[in-house]
């Protein structure tokens, strides 16, 4: 059955269904035929019994009785009578019968009994016997009817069924295979049109001809992983070409720089000069190469294993505390009345770069003398950590895109060249990483508040001694 295609195994299965059902039907039908012509030839040899009964209870001598069966009976159609003595001499019998004799059965009485029995070899007789009373001592009282004519209705049911049930069967399995072949098409342009997609033609899509039943369902899906796939293929795109171009500046930099100054002989300051702007540069360069290899980790999501439940508490504390003097020097303050103790499962070092990220970004955005609040509020299995600046604020065009990789909302803006766009979508994948989310919210010029939610792990009271933020 393995290499048999869909549509076969659906048309045979069909077919095999069909054929149970008219088989079984067939025989339902013969047998209800075959017991209601027995019934009818029952209820007549019934019917002839007691017209021959009426004679025999009424007649007065044996001569009354023969000469009134002989007149009604000797020449029936149907039927055929015989009456015996209760020595088993034939009283009566018409002439059809001849010498052949009905056989009497055991345990005759006064009660109809039926039975079946081949005379002469072939031919098949039904009889009704009874004992009666006749004018001269009991008698055996017969009347039987031919089965022959039943015999043939019957065969000729059986060579209509013999016929019609494999034309039914026939037609059945040509429906079957047409309908099953109707239902499969679009099988075949599903896997046509999966064939012709590849990585460079991922904007093909599969047409959806009937989007309510299984196939419209199986091909919106693959629509949708499609369409997936394509959006991942044109991140990894972009993520190269920003990656690329990000790298190029540096490089560049550092090239004009060298060349110019090999143009001709320099003072020993010159070289430093160059020498230190390299630096600066390679610098850039390599803060760039780790936050590419952060998300590629943080995508590859490698380091689920090495999380352990963490007071987030302190971490907050241990960062704040470094922020602080960086928040000083720009004259800012770092607010941080509202922390409420909490155990989150996580790896320290990655959650520690998204508060120094977001504190970071508040304290370059904002304007000299105002404060930065910091919150970590419970809120049911979460913890919600908010960062709340007063500076500059993130238009609405641009608030839906800061967490994309190399978005900048104004490369001017941006200190000096070292900020690449990548700090908010490191944040907010170490925050997906840890089954958390991250959004913001933000007034143009009032300031941006940044919330980060993430579950608190339940912890036993003994252990939460154990937990540091290192
Ligand atoms: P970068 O690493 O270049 O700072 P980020 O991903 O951290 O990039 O931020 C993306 C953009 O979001 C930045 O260019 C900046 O304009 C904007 N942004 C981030 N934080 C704030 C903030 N607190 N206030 C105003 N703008 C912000």
């Known amino acids: 059955m393995t290499a048999l295609s869909i549509r076969w195994k659906l048309t045979l299965w069909y077919g095999l269904v069909v054929g149970l059902v008219l088989l079984a039907f067939s025989i339902a039908v013969y047998l209800m035929i075959r017991q209601h012509l027995l019934q009818r030839i029952d209820k007549g040899l019934s019917e002839e019994l007691s017209d021959v009964l009426f004679e025999v209870r009424r007649a007065k001598s044996t001569n009354d009785l023969t000469e009134w069966l002989d007149r009604r009976f000797a020449r029936h159609e149907g039927f055929d009578f015989q009456i015996r003595s209760q020595d088993g001499s034939v009283f009566f019998a018409n002439p059809r019968l001849g010498e052949r004799l009905l056989p009497i059965p055991r345990g005759l009485s006064t009660a109809e009994l039926f039975n079946d029995a081949q005379l002469n070899g072939d031919a098949s007789f039904r009889i009704v016997s009874v004992m009666a009373e006749g004018p001269q001592g009991p008698l055996t009282v017969q009347v039987a009817r031919s089965l022959a004519d039943f015999r043939h209705e019957l065969g000729e049911l059986l060579s209509v069924f013999a016929l019609t049930v494999p034309l039914a069967l026939v037609i059945a399995l040509g429906g079957g295979y047409f309908l099953a072949s109707r239902a ?9 049109t999966a064939n012709r997609i590849t990585a460079e033609r991922l904007n093909e899509r599969i047409a959806v001809s009937n989007a309510g ?9 693959l629509n949708g992983m499609v369409e997936r796939l394509e959006r991942s293929f044109q991140e990894t795109r972009q993520f190269t070409a920003d990656a690329a171009h990000e790298l190029r500046t540096p490089l560049t930099i550092i090239r ?7 143009r001709s002989a320099r003072s020993a300051d010159e070289y430093r000069h160059v020498l230190e702007s390299t630096l600066e540069e390679v610098e850039r360069l390599r803060r760039l190469a780790d936050h ?10 490698v380091d689920a294993r090495q999380r352990a439940p963490i007071q987030l508490n302190h971490l907050l504390d241990e960062v704040l505390g470094h ?10 303050e770092i607010k941080a009345d509202e922390i409420a103790p909490a155990v989150v499962t996580a790896t320290a070092e990655d959650l520690r770069r998204v508060f120094y990220n977001l504190l970071d970004n508040a304290i370059k955005y904002s304007h000299s003398g105002s404060a930065i609040e910091v919150r970590a509020q419970l809120r049911g299995s979460e913890c919600l950590i908010s960062v709340e600046d007063t500076g500059l604020g993130i238009a609405p065009d641009h608030l839906p895109r800061i967490f994309d990789r190399f978005y900048r909302v104004d490369a001017a803006r941006a200190e000096s060249g070292t900020a690449a766009g990548l700090g908010l979508s490191i944040c907010q994948s170490i925050v ?9 919210e933000s007034r143009p010029g009032a300031g941006t508040t940044f919330y980060v939610r993430l579950p608190v792990t339940a912890i036993l009271p003994r252990e939460v001694a154990a937990i540091h933020p290192t």
């Not at 499969?184 to 046509?192: E, G, S």
């Not at 997906?432 to 989310?437: E, K, L, Q």
């Open 184 to 192: 499969l098409a679009p099988v075949q342009r599903i896997t046509d």
């Open 213 to 221: 039943d299984e196939l419209g369902a199986l091909s919106q899906t």
């Open 256 to 262: 004009n720089e060298t060349e110019v100054a090999l």
């Open 292 to 301: 590419l290899l952060l998300l590629c980790r943080l995508d590859a999501g």
């Open 323 to 332: 922020m602080r003097l960086l928040a000083q020097e720009r004259g800012i």
């Open 432 to 440: 997906r990483a840890h089954g958390g989310t991250i959004h913001a």
